[in-house]
């Protein structure tokens, strides 16, 4: 008598619970072991820490689509099945879908400079492939000013090594620097083996400012569901500390490059801080999420006022005063450890 080979592991993706309720019933009536999640995020977690035989994934889902996760899955896991599913009777209907977004993007960037005087810079979530840079191009056509790449990806393979992982995102810059002539920012998350290496290779791959940090989305558990849930969507008050860091290291390493704060800029003081490390900007987009459109005339009244207060007549006489370059004790800076600051002992 032979045993029956154990049935294999489904990883099933979709934003409707209901979607995912029907294909874990029929699915486990198969004998199949399910597991469901409702992100392209959350489904590159579990496939970092569970062995998965078949992925089931929609193509269009809020945030990374299924397509993002089938690349994930065929360019690191080399033993995963990978099938697709949409509401769209055809193959020529779900590629319409994808590109309807972008398309609805590019009417935004048309619409944008007609409305506002000032310029436009575009954004996108940028990962490895073709789609990007031919994306790059239709921004610029559609009257874009500049354009920020916002690299993330959360790496799946154990063997790759950071050397890889970075040429990876030097070589999307490289791309798209050769499909467009537009100015280019490099938006980075935090974790990075050394900044100080990559940041340089990222300008001279055409990189004209580098914004740090993105905030990723972020994981937490539910115990009582004993499944995963969303993190905490917005940046809070005391996140800006590495960006701090990070900037104030980086300036005037660059050449011909700028530095962009982001991540935590709830107030002008934040703000200042900043600018003091090194920064020729901040981004504020969980302050505006959070206050709407109103908080950037108030924001830049209290920085004026700041200002005054400190006896500086504007931001270029203040930006890069604190930086490491320009520290008495620049070691400082590569300080890593709490002991002093807790206990006063050193």
Known sequence: ???????????????????????????????????????????????????IDVVVTDLKMPGASGLELVRHVRENLKNTEVLMITGYPTVEGAVEAVKSGANDYLALIRGAKQAVGVPVVASVNCAAGPWWTEFASQIESAGADALELNIGFVPLDGSESAEKIEERVVSIVRDVRAATRLPLAVKLGPDWTNLNHLAPRLVEAGARALVLFN????????????????????????????????????????????LVAGNGVRDAETALRLVASGASAVQVCSLLYEKGYDAIGGLARAMSARLDAL?????????????RRMSEKPEAWGRAQYVQALTGIS
């Open 311 to 323: 006896g500086l007549k504007d931001l270029k006489s203040l930006r890069g005063r604190l930086s």
């Open 215 to 258: 905030r990723f989305y972020r994981l937490d558990l539910d115990l009582d569901a004993m499944k995963l849930k969303s993190g905490p969507t917005k940046a809070g008050s005391e996140d800006y500390h590495e960006t701090l860091r990070w900037i104030g290291m980086l300036d005037g390493r660059l050449r011909d490059a700028e």
């Open 1 to 51: 008598m032979t045993r029956n080979a154990p049935k294999e592991r489904i990883l099933a993706v979709d934003d409707s619970p209901d979607t995912l309720e029907v294909l874990r019933r029929n699915l486990t009536s198969h004998g199949y072991q399910v597991l469901t999640v409702q992100s392209v995020a959350e489904a590159v977690h579990v496939l970092e820490h569970d062995p």
